[in-house]
């Protein structure tokens, strides 16, 4: 089992910045991948990002709405993933899951259903 605590979501200006992060406790954190998904009321679940650290080496994905903007890292002493949210848009209003994926799927990284494990979530609200 792995269980991931999401924080750091809020209100923001257009234009501004947030950091949320991600804390995995459980399965050693290093035996997944981690993503992050959001979901807009009415909308389905969006791929915002994923990583995946492997031996030595950190292969990280974005979707297409954020490139550019957002960054994703990972702290392994900490057992923690961040998101780095710059330049932010009311499109990017949203509840932001962290999620951890098997790296056996990683081809499939944005693709939800596939993910083990989910945390609670938190909400993400961009002011025009």
């Known amino acids: 089992q792995v269980q991931l605590v999401e924080s750091g979501g809020g209100l923001v200006q257009a234009g501004g910045s947030l950091r949320l992060s991600c804390v995995a406790s459980g399965r050693t954190f290093r035996n997944y991948a981690m993503g992050w998904f959001r979901q807009a009321p009415g909308k389905e679940r969006e791929f915002v990002s994923a990583?995946?650290?492997?031996?030595?080496?950190?292969?990280?994905s974005y979707g297409h709405s954020v490139k550019g903007r957002f960054t994703i890292s990972i702290d392994n002493d900490k057992n923690t993933v961040y998101l780095q949210m710059n330049s932010l848009k009311p499109a990017d209003t949203a509840v932001y899951y962290c999620a951890a994926l098997s790296p056996d799927n990683w081809s499939l990284r944005t693709e939800p259903d596939l993910y083990d494990y989910w945390g609670q979530g938190t909400q993400v609200t961009v002011s025009s």
């Open positions: 990583i995946w650290w492997n031996g030595g080496t950190a292969y990280m």
